[in-house]
C-alpha cells in the first residue's frame, strides 16, 4: 500500500539557519506534491505544490524539490525564524491517490 | 482565513451519542473533503463529496455518514459514538484536487 514517511522526530534549528525536511513516498508514481504547515489544533494552510516535471518550485523564503527517481521531496526554509515554527505536512498525489498525507514533522526554529 | 467555515468548534457529547458537524466550504468549491486527526494522529481521510456527489471513501466507519447539500454546505454524522472516536475532525475545501483549502476543525470530545 501507499506510504508515506516524515522525519517523526522534530526537528530544532536556529533562528536565521535553514531547515530541511525530508518526505519520502514509496509504492506509488504521484502526479504532484504538496506541503501544508499546520500549527498545534489549526487546520492544515497550503503552502508549496510541485509538479512531477518540475524539479524546484520557490516562494520567498521556502523552497521545494521533488525527484521522483529517489521519491523523495526536500522543504527548506531558508533564514527560519522563530514564527515557522510548526508541523509541517506533505501529501504526495495524484488522480488515484490525492487524499493521503504523511504525519508531519514538528519544526522548533530556537530563537 | 482559508474561507471554509465548520461549526461547532467544539463538541462534548458521550457514549452511544450522535452528533453532526457542518463544513461550508469556500465561495466557489464544489469539492468538499472530511478528515480525521486523532491525538499526535496523522490525517486521516473520510470521504470526499464534489457538487453534492460521494467521490472517494476513506477509512469512514458505518457508524459515519455524510452528505452534501444543494447550496454545497456538507454535514458529517457520528453515532454510537465510542471514546475513540473523540478528535479533530476538519473539513476542506477546493476547486480540484489539489490545494486543498481547509477549516478551523471541530473537535469532539466523547466521555
Known sequence: SQKIEQNSEALNIQEGKTATLTCNYTNYSPAYLQWYRQDPGRGPVFLLLIRENEKEKRKERLKVTFDTTLKQSLFHITASQPADSATYLCAPGSGTYKYIFGTGTRLKVLA | ?111
Not at chain 2, 20 to 35: E, I, K, N
Not at chain 2, 69 to 88: I, K, Q, R, T, V
Open chain 2, 1 to 111: 482565513d482559508s474561507g471554509v467555515t465548520q461549526t461547532p468548534k467544539h463538541l462534548i457529547t458521550a457514549t452511544g451519542q450522535r452528533v453532526t458537524l457542518r463544513c461550508s466550504p469556500r465561495s466557489g468549491d464544489l469539492s468538499v473533503y472530511w478528515y480525521q486527526q486523532s491525538l499526535d494522529q496523522g490525517l486521516q481521510f473520510l470521504i470526499h463529496y464534489y457538487n453534492g456527489e460521494e467521490r472517494a471513501k476513506g477509512n469512514i466507519l458505518e457508524r459515519f455518514s455524510a452528505q452534501q447539500f444543494p447550496d454545497l454546505h456538507s454535514e458529517l454524522n457520528l453515532s454510537s459514538l465510542e471514546l475513540g472516536d473523540s478528535a479533530l475532525y476538519f473539513c476542506a475545501s477546493s476547486v480540484n484536487s489539489e490545494r486543498q483549502f481547509f477549516g478551523p476543525g471541530t473537535r469532539l470530545t466523547v466521555l
